[in-house]
Nanobody, 124 residues
Framework: VQLQASGGGLVQSGGSLRLSCTAS????????VAWFRQAPGKEREFVATIRWMNGATYYADSVKGRFTISRDRAKSTVYLQMDSLKSEDTAVYYC??????????????????WGQGTQVTVSS
């Protein structure tokens, strides 16, 4: 599975952005596809994940109610709609895919395919 992330940019606090992650060269049907982020000087952290098979979604508490992860089967693409953005959302965002179970779906070690990062900058 190869992943291509896109959609980052500069946005004002309170604004919105939508990130896309397109999978190619492989079947994602049994996978979880997640978004992680890494802010300067901080460790990479889990943001959200979606189970490709049934669309079940899971979020970090810090983004719950503001971010929405979804998938488009026909386009083999996972989206991260980010609303009500805050300055603390500024980070490089990565999409990742892996075969895992629900209880481990928030853990970075569960994902072994990674896309390149896309920068999200929220100005206050």
């Amino acid at each position: 599975v190869q992943l291509q992330a896109s959609g980052g940019g500069l946005v004002q606090s309170g604004g919105s952005l939508r990130l896309s992650c397109t999978a190619s060269q492989g079947s994602a049907s049994s996978y979880f596809v997640a978004w992680f982020r890494q802010a300067p000087g901080k460790e990479r952290e889990f943001v959200a994940t979606i189970r490709w098979m049934n669309g079940a979604t899971y979020y970090a508490d810090s983004v719950k109610g503001r971010f929405t992860i979804s998938r488009d089967r026909a386009k083999s693409t996972v989206y991260l709609q980010m609303d009500s953005l805050k300055s603390e959302d500024t980070a490089v965002y990565y999409c990742a895919a892996g075969l895992t179970i629900v209880s481990a779906a928030r853990e970075e070690r569960s994902y072994y395919y990674w896309g390149q990062g896309t920068q999200v900058t929220v100005s206050s």
